[in-house]
């Protein structure tokens, strides 16, 4: 920085360099030309002491000219500062050498595109704001009744571009311009409002309010809008220069700008001149306005929208805040306060008697103000709220409810992530469900505690107000999500704990966790949701819950902890120190599961740890060599083979995704399984296991194991000790599903290979004769390869004739009925060649 003191800066300051020199010699370097931003005598007003000189005034016109013709705004900016300027002008207009109502060009953002706006001097004097000599060109007569022009390329539909450009599309009014050079003297030079360390919305107001002290003008002391009738002038937002800072998309007025923007004053001054709101069709869009300042976009705090409230509520029809309805987005303006959450602005309009309850919108969607409170906004995101907003959000609900909000009621709610479905709430069900609400964690104990105290009910959800059939059809389904169940599955236990000690959930109720909009979701005992949530790895959760879960009483025999270590963390070290150390009875039944809303006892241990086998689609041969480790670890901890042959259990088996839908069948087909334990099961087990599988699953990897059933697995694998016990358990010889098979691709009934061809194709005739004396048979698929000559049926295939005999096939009537079959194509073929 040049030192004040500083030879160059008394030459400078002397006014002997004049405007032309001064500027100049400023653009030397960077320290002279800071000089042009300095209006004192020492920087670049030290000119003015020049006007008694004719020439400098006309230096200085001249300037100014230039900066019109050149679109230099930054220059004309710097000179409209210096002071006794806006005399030069007031002499001007009187000669006649400026006129009032000139326009200038100026190079400005629009759109996210520089172009050049025609300005009218009036706006372009009020950007810069430099009120003293706006008050002199309306003194001398401008005209209000304009405005901006921004230069648009023209297009014609159909047409490639031209490139050819007009202007065409209408910019802001003086009005408009003036309101907003306002709100930019007021948040600091620029009007930047965002950004920054620290930035308080309230407290740039605070600062703003004292810089009017100071004497900014009011647009009330602007004559001729409403003479001119350009009062209610609208604007298009992608026209006006920081498009970025508007939260709407309609045309809108000076008045309209105003309560965006959070200008309580400005509004005040301007309603003096509108009239009444309230009196128009629009008008309803006005107070909407005001809240989308602070919950849309963040342009204003709260302080700046109550102070616009209270300039409407001054200025508006009796009973207007109490009767407007809903905006676009079905929001009443209470639960759009709420969802901003405008504490102040809250209080301000239930103290005008707008409906604590809300507004029912299109269709009968009602938003509540009570879960718009709870609930974080859709703009925001974790991380990026202001740090008193969960306070500010405890503190509404707690006025709400004071007000006589209900607790219970329902109303229409949609995930902060925007994608999820809408679906109709009550308060617990959204407090509770923290992830897909985002609702803060340090004060969600609190809300809960809140609705409780007045009256909030956990379940079952209460019923909603009747409806027409059409309104009813409209509307997005009821939540079933459980709170209760709800705070388990999230890991809540203090919440979990305020719900069943003062709630009254009933911790041994079945429910819904998760998925509040599907029908065919999934309900669960609370006791499951805790140990075999998605977060099972955060034990000191798990453990805080369920001491929550006894403590109100909950039946903890619904779920065994062996059953769980073995199932779900799939640790044999913790099975076997819980049995030989902890005293589990490796052979008790597991407790029970809500499988389509019934109750259904679990089975014991071993048997759960067999049956599943095949539950993990992406982990199939892993979890195969997991799972018999771990049945090898329960029979060596103390386990009874024996008991598998009791029904209870194997009371209930989850359903298989993959693989073969048999578990002996997948554990037949691996040698490591093999042995005397698998040998003892298959004596064992009920018979129903030993036979194929039921279920259907999807195609795995193994293709070989793919549709198999124990008998012909065992056979496949060669195992020939597992085979003699399977039959001499008495399974069927034959596939059950022959129909299937029947209307299966060839890819598919490949793999549905009966028995008997598993023996022939492994060569193992005596054990195929053995089969087909049992009365085993080939499927239709094998007899089809059987006449076609295909695999083990082929004339140079080694197959015994006495096996032929026995599966009612001969090589002599098998190649016969081969050339007839090839005959009848042929002539089909040829039959249709000829139509």
């Known amino acids: 920085m040049l030192d004040r003191d500083s ?42 002491s020049e006007f008694a000189a004719i020439s400098e005034r006309e230096v200085v016109w001249s300037f100014t000219d230039d900066c019109f013709v050149r679109g230099d705004a930054t220059a004309l900016q710097q000179l409209l500062a210096v002071p006794k300027i806006s ?42 704001q430099n009120f003293e000599c706006v008050g002199v060109l309306l003194d001398a007569g401008a005209r209000v009744d304009v405005c901006e022009w921004v230069r648009t390329e023209v297009e014609v539909e159909g047409n490639p571009p031209t490139g050819f450009c007009e202007y065409c599309t209408c910019g802001r009014t003086p009005l408009q311009a003036h309101v907003m050079a306002l709100y930019a003297e007021g948040c600091g030079k620029g009007g930047k409002v965002k950004g920054g360390d620290g930035y308080s919305p309230d407290r740039a107001w605070h600062e703003q309010r004292k810089r009017r002290a100071e004497g900014l003008p009011a647009p009330q002391n602007c004559p001729g809008f409403r003479e001119r009738g350009c009062f209610d002038w609208t604007v298009r937002p992608e026209a006006v220069e920081g498009e970025d800072l508007w939260g709407v998309e309609e045309l809108m007025t000076a008045l309209e700008i105003s309560c965006l923007l959070g200008e309580g004053e400005t509004v005040g001054c301007l309603l003096t001149v509108h009239g009444l709101v309230g009196s128009r069709a629009d008008d309803f869009r006005v107070p909407f ?18 102070s616009v409230l209270q300039a409407l509520a001054a200025g508006c029809e009796p009973d207007f805040l109490s009767k407007v309805g809903v905006n676009e987005k079905d929001h009443s303006l209470l639960s759009f306060a709420c969802s901003g959450k405008l504490e102040k602005s809250v209080d301000f309009l239930l103290q005008w008697g707008v409906g604590v309850g809300g507004v029912a919108g299109r269709g009968g969607k009602l938003k509540v103000p009570l879960l718009e409170t709870i609930r974080s906004s859709e703009n925001s995101s974790w991380g990026n709220e202001p740090p008193d907003r969960p306070a500010r959000s405890l503190s509404i609900l707690s006025l709400l409810l004071s007000k006589g909000a209900d607790p219970n009621q329902i109303g229409v709610v949609t995930g902060v992530e925007g994608d999820e479905d809408e679906v109709r709430s009550t308060p617990l069900q959204v407090v509770t469900q923290k992830w897909r609400y985002r609702v803060d964690c340090g004060v969600a104990a609190d809300m809960v505690k809140l609705l409780l105290d007045h009256g909030a009910r956990c379940s079952p959800t209460p019923s909603p107000r009747p409806m027409q059939i059409e309104e009813a059809s409209s509307l997005p389904p009821l939540c079933r999500v459980s709170p209760f169940l709800s705070a388990c599955w999230y890991e809540e236990p203090k919440i979990a704990r305020v719900l069943g000690e003062r709630g009254g959930a009933d911790p041994d109720a079945p429910g819904v966790q998760t998925d509040p909009a599907h029908e065919d979701s999934k309900e669960d005992f609370a006791i499951w949701v805790v140990v075999e949530g998605e977060e099972y790895y955060m034990f000191d959760k798990i453990a805080e819950l369920v001491d929550v879960l006894a403590d109100i ?46 109750e259904v006892k679990m089975g014991g241990a071993l048997a759960a740890v067999l049956s599943d086998t095949l539950t993990d689609k992406s982990r199939t041969e892993t979890k195969l060599s997991q799972r018999w480790k771990m049945a090898e670890t329960l029979v060596e901890a103390g386990a009874k083979v024996a008991a598998l042959s009791c029904p209870s259990q194997w009371a209930y088996k989850r359903e298989a995704e993959s693989g073969s839908g048999s578990w002996v069948a997948s554990l037949v087909c691996r040698r490591e399984c093999w042995g005397a334990l698998l040998l003892q099961m298959l004596r064992t087990v009920p018979i129903e296991e030993l036979e194929e599988a039921t279920q259907k699953t999807e195609r795995d990897h193994d293709h070989d194991h793919i549709f198999a059933l124990p008998l012909q697995a065992s056979i496949r694998a060669g195992w020939r000790a597992g085979t003699t016990a399977l039959l001499e358990r008495g399974v069927s010889v034959n596939r059950k599903d022959v129909e299937e098979c029947a209307k299966s691709s060839y890819a598919f009934r490949y793999h549905r290979e009966s028995p008997v061809m598993a023996a022939l194709a492994t060569d193992q005739w005596d054990l195929a004769r053995d089969l087909a004396q049992r009365g085993g048979d080939l499927t239709e698929c094998e007899r089809e390869q059987a006449l076609d000559g295909w695999y083990v049926f082929g004339e140079d295939s080694p197959l015994p004739v006495d096996l032929l005999s026995l599966l009612s096939l001969d090589r002599e009537s098998v190649k016969r009925q081969k050339e007839e079959r090839q005959r009848a194509r042929g002539e089909e073929r040829k039959q249709e060649f000829e139509e």
């Open 7 to 48: 030879p160059l800066v008394v030459v400078f300051g002397s006014g002997m360099l004049g405007l032309r020199m001064f500027w100049k010699f400023s653009s030397v370097c960077k320290e002279f030309l800071a000089l042009r931003n300095d209006f004192t005598h020492q920087g670049l007003g030290s000119f003015a």
């Open 87 to 128: 005399e030069v002008l007031a002499l001007c207009l009187k000669a006649g050498i400026a006129h009032p109502d000139a326009w200038v060009f100026v190079p400005s953002a629009v759109g996210g595109r520089v172009v050049r706006v025609l300005k009218p001097l009036l706006i372009a004097l009020i950007d810069a």
């Open 289 to 306: 306005l005001a809240l989308s300042g602070p919950c849309d976009v963040e342009l204003c705090g709260d302080a700046q929208c109550l």
């Open 553 to 598: 009483g909950a039946d903890l025999d619904k779920v065994s902890v062996l059953l769980f270590a073995a199932l779900q963390l799939e640790d044999p070290e913790l099975v076997r120190l819980l049995c030989e150390e902890g005293g589990a009875d490796p052979d008790r039944l597991g407790g029970a599961l809500l499988v389509e809303k019934r």
